[in-house]
């Protein structure tokens, strides 16, 4: 068990080449954070439509999808330096193109949704190279403290940069936002082009269809890796919420609008205090088992939203949920990166990252459809109480399962 409740920054001074990861990935989203505001407020001032932001939507989560799939299989089956550096050098491209379409007197609505198609897509295959990647890069025995640290440089960049993002577009041209994320790009090749090479693991030649399903008949015999795959899909499901954010500051709680924006920052502030007090999680025997209680607190505090008296009450319980689930999913990574074989890994970790999607997307559907019918307190109370049940109920067939064999436990030879 780890001495310390802070981070470790050991990884940094020991290990070059995850350095180099860890500077790539910071200039990645930086870029991307300056793309996620510049993309939806041009679409909108050029249609005055939110069904046209909605499709520009749609269009990278339909490229990161599809990316995801197909990138897990390229993973297992190239070097992943060569992947990374082509996904980031074609997004890069993809990002001058928005540049220049935004020069022109009426830019194209249409190149926009295309563009976030190939953004979505490519960066999806950076993606799953990069974490098949990791346990190469630092060891499987460090994983969980290399998810940390990527997990603290996420979240202060994923606040930091939307921010500094608006700042830009009120006072200038929305041209410059995409310039600077062609050029973090082009940084972030620079950096990674430093990197050594990262081959395959061996593997067995197969039809890329053939090599999915391998990856989730894998999932599915291996009981710990499919419960945490089950908890993630809830939990994100749960992450939905934030699409009743408007609807609670202004009509449940009657603040102002500033309010929402406050919202949304606690659950990236709960997930930040995760970041910075995860030493107490590594190396820990208990981290299957400590993941489920984690995993079941963090349903609760959730659920308790839904009774909140104030705005307050809520914020304060959003930061503490999110602490919760954030802590539970970087032992549900470690879990999933040592258990999974090197054969597997791109796959696995794609089909990790495509089910934390979906349960995004199927929450905020759920969240939606629900605060149609009923009050929007009472929404998060149904879904609360839902999942519990849910989540209660797994653990009773896991107990009922895992009574006499696992084999299928087993870690990687």
Not at 108 to 127: K, M, Q, T, W, Y
Not at 241 to 251: R, Y
Not at 315 to 331: D, E, H, K, P
Request: charged share 10%.
């Amino acid at each position: 068990m780890s001495k310390t409740v802070f981070i470790r920054l050991s990884l940094l001074n020991d290990n070059p080449q995850y350095r180099r990861l860890l500077a790539a990935r910071a200039l990645s989203l930086l870029g991307l954070g300056f793309l996620i505001v510049a993309v939806p407020i041009q679409i909108y001032q050029l249609t005055g439509s939110t069904l046209w932001v909605a499709a520009a939507g749609a269009s990278d989560a339909a490229g990161l999808f599809l990316g995801l799939l197909f990138g897990g299989v390229l993973a297992d089956t190239h070097d992943q330096r060569k992947l990374i550096l082509l996904a980031r050098s074609v997004c890069g491209v993809g990002f001058a193109a928005l540049a220049i379409n935004a020069m022109f007197a009426t830019p194209s609505v249409l190149a926009l949704i295309g563009l976030a198609f190939i953004d979505g897509f490519f960066g999806a295959i950076g993606v799953s190279a990069l974490m098949a990647a990791a346990p190469q890069v630092v060891g499987r025995e460090r994983i969980v403290e290399a998810g940390a640290l990527g997990m603290l440089i996420s979240r202060v960049i994923n606040i930091a940069s939307p921010a500094l993002a608006g700042l830009l577009l009120a006072a200038t041209h929305v041209v410059w936002a995409y310039v600077i994320a062609t050029v973090s790009t082009i940084a972030t090749v620079g950096v990674l082009r430093g990197l050594n090479p990262l081959p395959p693991q061996s593997f067995e030649v197969q039809s890329p269809l053939k090599m999915l399903v391998g990856a989730l008949e894998f999932v599915i015999t291996r009981r710990r890796v499919l419960t945490v795959f089950l908890l993630g899909a809830l939990l994100m499901a749960c992450t939905g919420i934030k699409v009743l954010f408007p609807a609670l500051a202004t009509d449940v709680f009657a603040t102002s609008n500033s309010m929402t924006g406050l919202l949304f920052a606690m659950g990236p502030v709960g997930a930040t205090l995760a970041a910075v007090f995860s030493g107490w999680v590594h190396d820990r025997k208990d981290a299957f088992r400590l993941m489920i209680g984690l995993s079941l607190s963090g349903l609760v505090v959730f659920t308790a939203i839904g009774v909140a008296p104030g705005i307050w009450a809520a914020m304060i319980l959003l930061v503490v949920f999110g602490y919760l689930i954030s802590t539970a999913s970087l032992l549900q990574y470690g879990i999933v990166q040592r258990e999974t074989p090197d054969a597997f890994l791109g796959r696995v970790n794609s089909l990790w990252l495509a089910q934390d999607a979906l349960g995004d997307i199927v929450g905020a559907l759920t969240f939606g459809a629900l605060a149609s019918l009923v009050m929007p307190l009472n929404a998060v109370l149904i879904l609360g109480l839902s999942s519990l049940a849910v989540m209660l109920l797994l653990i009773v067939i896991g107990l009922i399962l895992g009574r006499g064999a696992a084999p299928a436990d087993a870690g990687p030879a």
